[in-house]
C-alpha cells in the first residue's frame, strides 16, 4: 500500500500521538472501519426486512424520515 507523503505525515503523528507503531494504527483504524461498516450493512438490511423492502429502496432519499427505527 501506497501513501502520499502527506499521508504518511499524518498516520505517523497519530499513531505516535497513540502510541502505536504505523503499522498497527494502520491495521486498528482498517479494521474499525470495515466493522462499522458491516454493523451499518447489517442495521439497513435488518430495518429493510422488517418494512418490506430492499436495502436500497429503504436507503433512497426520503425514505428514512419517520423515525420508526
Known amino acids: 500500500m501506497t501513501f502520499t507523503?502527506?499521508?504518511?505525515?499524518?498516520?505517523?503523528?497519530?499513531?505516535?500521538a497513540l502510541g502505536l507503531s504505523a503499522d498497527d494504527y494502520i491495521r486498528q483504524t482498517?479494521?474499525?472501519r470495515a466493522l462499522s461498516w458491516q454493523r451499518e450493512r447489517e442495521t439497513f438490511h435488518?430495518?429493510?426486512?422488517?418494512?418490506g423492502c430492499t436495502?436500497?429502496?429503504l436507503?433512497?432519499?426520503?425514505?428514512l424520515t419517520d423515525n420508526s427505527l
Request: aromatic content about 0%; hydrophobic content about 45%.
Open 46 to 51: 435488518a430495518m429493510a426486512l422488517r418494512r
Open 5 to 16: 507523503p502527506v499521508e504518511r505525515e499524518a498516520i505517523a503523528a497519530h499513531s505516535a
Open 59 to 63: 436507503v433512497q432519499r426520503g425514505t
Open 55 to 57: 436495502t436500497d429502496e
Open 30 to 32: 482498517a479494521a474499525d
